[in-house]
């Protein structure tokens, strides 16, 4: 098993999350975060924003099923502006053991 982790812009998270339940991927835990990549931040006028705001969805998956949400992921959260900064990034990190705490059964 897997633990995606994105980290995309605000305004793409309801279509990025459309896409993952049209694809069969409904179960997803999202919330807001602030941060900043590889342009520390952003200026507008004289002000510098050096905390961008978020959102970070997180979704457990099957090996088989990564590189479908990455592309998933990676299509519908993209702005269209190649190499544009602040689009996102993708974490991908394995996840030993799940438990539903309703039934304490250890799966997926």
């Not at 990025?16 to 520390?40: H, I, N, W």
């Not at 705001?53 to 457990?60: F, R, T």
């Not at 090996?63 to 993708?90: H, L, M, Q, V």
Request: aromatic residues 8%; proline residues 5%; hydrophobic residues 40%.
């Amino acid at each position: 098993m897997l633990l995606i982790k994105a980290i995309i812009r605000p305004e793409k998270a309801p279509e990025v999350l459309s896409e993952l339940c049209d694809a069969g991927f409904p179960a997803v835990t999202k919330f807001d975060v602030v941060g900043r990549g590889k342009q520390r931040g952003v200026k507008v006028g004289e002000i510098f924003y050096d905390e961008i705001p978020k959102q970070m969805m997180l979704i457990v998956v099957k090996d088989e099923y990564k590189d479908d949400i990455i592309k998933i992921i990676t299509r519908s959260a993209k702005t269209g502006n190649k190499g544009a900064f602040g689009d996102g990034k993708i974490f991908v990190t394995p996840v030993e053991e799940v438990y539903t705490i309703s039934s304490g059964t250890n799966e997926l």
